[in-house]
């Protein structure tokens, strides 16, 4: 094994879990999920010289958020919806995303993991960061690394994704009918 | 409407405040009521979703693919990709490690701790790009004192053709310029000195948001004008009066380059 690969495997081959579970939960699929942690590591690895040393957790995290992102345009594109424009961090207006999705109806027939339900329902935006706070332990600076947005978006942002969280949770624990869709 | 603490209550249960800020907050936790509640929420929550969130681990399979796919790669080292994506997340990596300390810890706590109220989303960019320069360290693509290097440099690397002079006579000394992506084209960023002080000044094809001439947001001065078809913004934590000085040296050299 070369020395390049050696400090790779050093480096960043540690933080493959940490990509794997983000993969998961940004995936539509668990399948997407693989394609897109394989394609990350892959890019990492041949774009390992920009790294120098820095912080490779979240250096591997915004590649694995690329790759998920350019797999999703592909996607869209295959599927010929018009790509909606760049539009500005959500307002509070869609705490719940539109259309169920494979994983978590699969994970909805599973009634004792209503956590993990609601977490998976959430939009995107919301998503990312509270996983990268709350699951993947990372500060507001690496967040806004690996989201590419100001650091008081990931402020703003994050108490929106736990406030639609902790309110779709109570609605739930309270047996609400159809709090949850 | 929240209590305007809500967002510091918020950082400080994610650790993301200083001892003098978190005595700050402890003291308001202990007269505002919703705060209490918000701070009992946050840790309930997050409780929750480290004890109910699965701690999934790669499959050993994929990791064998993974490390089949290294191997096909060879050892090779790859020229890293020049898009400006790529770039701002070189500059983020490498200014990680070296680190300007102090000063750029306190710029990052500063943003953190004062919630942003931004009207304009640009403004919001322009903010965000100058704390981020100071964050990283990589305040300079080219590092020279020439106005001679900087200027063409710009030609090559974004679509702007920017007024750059030195004025280290009067205490604002050149040293260098960056790319920066704002409003998505490649906006250039002369980098003068004063001081201690660094002062970002940004400049991009006029596009049609409006900019304020003057705001302060966080601490950090910023000062915008137009000048033929360019907006032009500088940004720095220095006073105002010597911020206008600044401003005032850079349009009247702007003026000249015009004749």
Redesign the interface.
């Known amino acids: 094994m ?4 050696q400090r ?1 495997e050093a480096q960043v081959l540690p933080y ?2 940490d ?3 983000f993969a ?1 939960w940004l995936a539509r699929s668990p399948e997407g999920a ?1 394609d897109c ?2 394609e990350a ?2 890019r990492a ?11 490779a957790k979240a ?1 591997l995290l ?1 590649i694995v958020r ?1 790759c998920h992102s350019t797999a999703l345009k592909q996607q869209q594109r295959r599927a010929q919806v018009p790509l909606p424009e ?1 539009q ?1 961090p959500l307002d509070g207006q869609a705490l719940i995303a539109s259309g169920p999705d494979p994983e978590s109806a699969s994970i909805r027939r599973d009634e004792a ?4 339900r609601l ?1 998976a329902e959430l939009p995107e935006e919301y998503r990312e960061i ?1 996983i990268l ?3 993947e332990d990372m ?3 690496g967040i806004a ?1 690996v989201v ?1 947005v ?4 990931v ?2 942002r ?2 929106r994704a ?1 406030a639609a ?2 309110k779709n ?1 109570l609605q739930q624990v309270e047996g609400a009918p159809g709090a949850v869709r | 409407m929240p209590c305007a603490e809500s967002l510091q209550v918020q950082a400080y249960v994610d650790g993301e405040t200083d001892a003098m800020a978190s005595a700050a907050i402890e003291r308001h936790l202990e007269h505002c009521a919703e705060c209490r509640g918000l701070h009992q929420e946050l840790i309930e929550l997050g409780t929750a979703l480290r004890r109910e969130l699965p701690y999934t681990q790669t499959p050993p399979a994929l990791r064998a693919q993974i490390l089949r796919a290294l191997d096909r790669e060879g050892g090779a080292a790859h020229p890293p990709r020049r898009t400006p994506g790529i770039w701002r997340l070189r500059s983020y990596w490498m200014g990680a490690v070296s680190g300007l300390g102090a000063a750029a810890a306190a710029a990052a706590l500063a943003f953190v701790l004062i919630v942003p109220s931004f009207k304009s989303p640009l403004v919001d960019e322009l903010l965000g790009a100058h704390v981020n320069s100071l964050m990283s360290s990589h305040v300079i693509d080219v590092v020279s004192t020439d106005k001679h290097t900087v200027k063409p440099w710009f030609a090559g690397h974004t679509d702007v053709s920017p007024v750059v002079a030195d004025f280290d006579s009067q205490g604002y000394k050149l040293i260098g310029g960056r790319v920066d992506y704002l409003e998505h084209q490649r906006a250039a960023v002369v980098v003068y000195q004063h001081g201690a002080h660094i002062i970002n000044v940004f400049s991009w094809a006029a596009g049609h948001q409006s900019l304020p001439d003057k705001v302060t947001r966080n601490g950090y001065h910023l000062m915008c004008w137009k000048a033929g078809d360019l907006d032009y913004c500088a940004v720095s934590d220095t006073a105002w009066d010597e911020l206008q000085e600044m401003v005032r040296l850079l349009q009247g050299a702007g003026a000249l380059e015009q004749r």
């Open positions: 070369d020395e390049r690969r790779f493959l879990d990509a794997y579970r998961r693989d942690v394989q590591m892959l690895y041949r774009g390992f010289d920009a790294l120098r040393g820095a912080d250096w915004t690329n760049e500005d993991r209503t956590l993990e977490v509270l706070r709350e699951v500060d507001y600076r690394a590419n100001p650091l008081g978006t402020m703003s994050l108490a736990r969280l902790r949770w």
